[in-house]
């Protein structure tokens, strides 16, 4: 069995019929990943105790006890999700020396199904960046290219996937920040339904948009892991009550369903390769039976501003309760309780994590309430209306990612606009609450990944595993690696 292409079903069959041994993959990663960290920068923090984990696993193996169904799978968990007694930043100064008491549901589910965090991945802080240069541990590289961005927030994730440094990642999608560097990247990216997987134990950027999901080099292995993480939990109020369906037992076929092409999502904005990509993929899910029928989101032009008012004014509540009083960096150069609190957050917030909590204090602030966050939250309804005429015709959408791939390092980063224009495509569906995926679809010019993205119904993940199949057998681009 090659590590480096293997899915990660065929990974653990041969960790329990003791054809390898959890030791062995994870001393495999373990040294992929720190061959790869000095190019990439893709994780904050290792787990030391990584190898002992494994080591414990094979030993319950050799008892002949039951393991789960991810049991010896190393997994690289993006650094706003806590991990007890490991190192949990945000990417942050603020948050530099916080080790969590607790795990996040996410990470309880995946090590009681049997995987082993490998380590924490590097991220925008806070999730805020479209790029992954906003964190205090320095930029991720993109491992297709080290002059370009990996994409961001989840970055460090998406990296790690990519570089193959784990067979599985977790990232979190705020406006995009699983899909956009998971197209970067060349790596498969979900978001999940609004609800479908718990928020508890993961730091809050903002709360009505936040949800994690899972990244991975094939699909199968995305929705392996969503039958893990997913499902209700009683200590997340957000958490849907739904059941969790076997998403790993995707349906083939796409003969018969009929895929939204929203045309506000192909204007001049998008760049001509990636526009020939997706055209390409139309092209194969014809072929195979799929009908496209051109649809509207009409209120796609007022996602960015929409977006940028709800989740900054989100950020500017969830981010008070770093005052350095209770936990995280703490101002020595105070002398009044004023002063710990303008220089605890001076010292430990970076520049566009200020900023975000700037433009959301003022949209929230007497006299402006009604005018941005009232208005914005009512624009949210009508988008997540359109979404809801348009999947009365069509079984799921198909649209770009981004409108380019990956840009060049520090591009961008002095034009704020510039950066929170890249998502256009993406915060739609956080808006709205729906699930979408990023799937590798072809290469640029240059050889830097294009993905296409893939929007479903709420609850309707598994309509996207099953066109994503599709396109992953037909561009035959996931074996791939970067050099």
Known sequence: MNLETAKISEIVN???????SAAEVMQF??????????????????????????????????????????????VVVKDLLCTKNLKTTAGSKILDNFVPPYSSTVVERLENAGAIVLGKANLDEFAMGSSNETSYYGNVKNPWSLEHVPGGSSGGSAAAAAARMAPLAIGTDTGGSIRQPASFC????????????????????????????????????????????????PRDMTSANQAVPQFSNIQKEVKGLKIGLPKEYFGEALSSEVRSICEESIAKLKSAGAEFVDVEIPHLDYTIATYYIIATSEASSNLARYDGVRYGHRSEDAKTLEDLYCNTRAEGFGEEVKRRIMLGTYSLSSGYYDAYYLKACKVRRLLQNDFLKAFEKVDLLLSPVTTSAAFKVGERISDPLEMYLNDIYTTSTNLAGLPGMSVPAGFSSAGLPIGVQLTAPHFAEDRLFQVGKVIQDMQNVADRRPQ
């Open 29 to 74: 990663f373990l040294q992929r990943a720190r061959q790869w960290q000095d190019k990439t920068n893709a994780i904050i923090t290792f787990n030391p105790e990584a190898e002992a984990q494994a080591a414990k696993l094979d030993a319950a193996i050799a008892k002949g006890e039951q393991v789960g169904p991810l049991a010896g799978i190393p």
């Open 186 to 233: 060349n790596v498969v990216g979900l978001k999940p339904t609004y609800g479908r997987v718990s928020r508890y134990g993961i730091v809050a950027y903002a709360s009505s948009l936040d949800q994690a999901g899972p990244m991975a080099n094939y699909i199968e292995d995305v929705a392996l892991a969503l039958e893990v993480i997913g499902g209700k939990d």
């Open 14 to 20: 041969s960790v329990q019929s003791n054809k390898i």
